[in-house]
Each structure stands twice: as C-alpha cells, then as structure tokens.
C-alpha cells in the first residue's frame, strides 16, 4: 500500500510561483513512475506531468510546458512540482499519483494506481 499527502497549495496572483510536494509512504517509490494531474471546478481531471522511477525521463501537458517542472527525490519519498508563470486557468485542485507495477513514464489516468487528497491551487488575475 502506497500513501500520498500532497502540500504547497494556496492563493497566488498570476504570474507568481508555487511549489507543490507529495510524500510518499512505501518502499517501492523509487520504483514507480509518479504523475500531477489537475482537476478544475466542473472539468475533468487531467494530466499534467510525469516523471519515471528513476527521475531521467519526464512529460508535460502542453498547457504547462516551459512553465512547471517536475522532479523527485527518492532519497526523501517525495516528488515536486514547481509552478512558474502561474495563470488564472491553473487554478484547479492538483493530486499526485503513483503508478503501480512500472517505472515508466505516463500520461494516461487510468494507470495510476494510487492517488493524494489533493491540495487547491488558486491563481487571481
């Protein structure tokens, strides 16, 4: 069993910076990729980044590209994703995950088995 707490969430106007972290419980971290995804009031969730088990390979969604970056540290069981140039369409509550039984990087929901609570992340104009 794999246990996520996600924390860094808060208000900030746009064009400011956040950095989330999600710590993970379990001695396979290092072994599973692990992902953001958002979900904004009334939308989908939907991915935003990805890094793999061991940190070398990492994805974006293109509406984030260039902007949030996603990295980890295997050493603390927790991996970051720092947000720059915030806009108002990031405001959205993000939830990290943990992909079971691969190390591999993935964009697709469906392959993350384990998932935080969450923490809101509001961005005003």
């Known amino acids: 069993q794999v246990q996520l707490v996600e924390s860094g969430g808060g208000l900030v106007q746009a064009g400011g910076s956040l950095r989330l972290s999600c710590a993970a419980s379990g001695r396979t971290f290092s072994s599973a990729a692990m992902g953001w995804f958002r979900q904004a009031p009334g939308k989908e969730r939907e991915f935003v980044a990805t890094?793999?088990?061991?940190?070398?390979?990492?994805a974006y969604a293109d509406s984030v590209k260039g902007r949030f970056t996603i990295s980890r540290d295997n050493a603390k069981n927790t991996v970051y994703l720092q947000m720059n140039s915030l806009k108002p369409e990031d405001t959205a509550v993000y939830y990290c995950?943990?992909?079971?039984?691969?190390?591999?990087?993935?964009?697709?929901?469906?392959?993350?088995?384990?998932w935080g609570q969450g923490t809101q992340v509001t961005v005003s104009s």
């Open positions: 995950g943990a992909r079971q039984g691969g190390s591999s990087i993935a964009t697709t929901e469906s392959v993350y088995r384990y």
């Open positions: 890094i793999s088990g061991s940190g070398a390979y990492a």
